[in-house]
């Protein structure tokens, strides 16, 4: 999926996400996540990149996740997180390739945001409360917090940003909450 954020700007953003572990996967599980998750970003940054280096500009946004994108949190995540993982390395990849064309290439990793994706997870109030236990800002993210990055991103503020991820976890990822 792309979504518009400016006419010089692209987010690619879509996900899905199967548990299990290299032991007991289903083939095709696998090969779902990684079809939804890495070859369709890799298909829109195609895509979107020939419009980018004919025009000499662009911003391309890709969306990994804390989970894989910045950090491992287990729980049978690992296919998830090798197909965010995987859009961390072509954050990266492009944006050394690109950057010449005045084409910046970045990534955001949500956390814990309120979404249909994470619904099970916040009606359910242990795993809900251990979740909140490791957010040193203590609260479930919006999807404002991750349209501000995401405006940020796409912004001129951030003219000399590119081939980063930025988390956008409550501070979970870099910081260990002793309470």
């Not at 195609?46 to 491992?72: E, F, Y």
């Not at 991750?146 to 001129?156: E, N, R, Y």
Request: charged letters at 15%; glycine letters at 14%.
């Amino acid at each position: 999926m792309s979504i518009t954020i400016t006419s010089r700007c692209r987010l690619a953003n879509a996900g899905i996400h199967r548990r299990g572990t290299p032991t007991d996967y289903r083939e095709e599980d696998l090969i779902d996540v990684f079809a939804v998750n890495l070859v369709g970003c890799y298909h829109v940054v195609g895509a979107v990149g020939k419009v980018m280096l004919q025009q000499q500009r662009g911003t391309i946004i890709n969306v990994s996740a804390l989970g894989g994108g910045v950090m491992g949190l287990g729980r049978g995540g690992s296919i998830y997180g090798m197909t965010k993982g995987g859009i961390v390395s072509l954050t990266r990849d492009l944006a050394a390739e690109w950057g010449q064309y005045g084409i910046r290439v970045n990534a955001i990793a949500p956390g814990w945001i309120r979404t249909p994706m994470t619904n099970a997870l916040q009606h359910d109030p242990i795993r809900s409360a251990k979740v909140l236990e490791r957010i040193p800002l203590r609260r479930w993210g919006e999807a404002d917090d991750v349209a501000g990055v995401v405006t940020f991103l796409a912004s001129d503020a951030a003219a000399y940003v590119t081939g980063c991820t930025i988390p956008i976890d409550g501070g979970a990822a870099n910081v260990i909450a002793l309470s």
